[in-house]
């Protein structure tokens, strides 16, 4: 059976830079904390796999430290850091709920189409999972979303570049490894699909369009949709045509065994 595995975040919805990060930064308000983060500083916290992983890295700075009172001891950090992460979530989906982080281009049309297919449609993110549903249910719908598995936050103890969360997905699935696709944003997905042997299309963002992609099968700046201004490929090193929108016959065609060269002639 063919699978088709989606990311969350910056593939389902533009979620990083319209929701984590606005959500991040009225929690830190919320809490009285002496930080906010610049999309600069954003795109560098990105490199860091999970949100608690990502508010944990404040830890590192003595002066937030001494700044913001966190106590020294590991199981009181470890509590405050769950608190601030819920009340991130929770301001998370609000967004989300407002309809301020819309789905992406081409994710409702190509969901919709591998279901009817008969393909194995599955989310694996290592984001909060009420964040997930919420973020696919606004991109497809709930009665599509309820028929979607999710593998999401704490279910693997490695975040993304770790492939654990496909090795699982692949695994709880029964899913053949050769014939399914994974559908990605960032280099760290991309090596955490290709370490699980799963071949990866990239859909690029504002983030993470000049990340090194090396290994990815095609690489493109969104699904697209008819009526949409054409996709740009960026890369392709599949046996995919595509036109103007990614097609379920263009995903076919990523799973081919042998990847052709690109324009500039890698493969």
Known sequence: MTGLIFDCDGVLADTERHGHLPAFNETFEHFGLPVRWSEDDYAEKLR????????????????F??????????????????????????AFKRLVSEG?????????RIVLAALGEGWTVAVASTSAE????????????????????????????????DPAIYRLTVSQLSLDPA??????????????????GLPC???VNGYTRDEDFTEAV???SELGDPGRRPVEVLANRSKATPGDYITLEDLRSCLQAQPVPDEGGNT
Do not use: Y
């Open 48 to 63: 860091i796999g999970g949100g608690k992983e990502r508010m944990a890295s404040l830890f590192a700075d003595p002066e």
């Open 65 to 90: 430290v001494r700044a913001a009172g966190i106590p020294e001891d590991e199981a009181a950090r470890k509590d405050l850091l769950a608190q601030w992460h819920r009340t991130k979530t929770a």
């Open 100 to 108: 301020r982080i819309p789905p992406r281009p081409g994710i409702s």
């Open 130 to 161: 009420e964040s997930v549903r919420a973020v696919l249910e606004n991109a497809v719908g709930k009665e599509v979303a309820d028929r979607i598995p999710r593998f999401a936050g704490d279910v693997v103890p490695a975040k993304k570049p």
């Open 179 to 196: 014939e399914t696709l994974v559908v990605e944003d960032s280099r760290n997905g991309l090596l955490a699909a290709t370490a699980a």
């Open 201 to 203: 299309l990239v859909t």
């Open 218 to 220: 095609l690489v493109v």
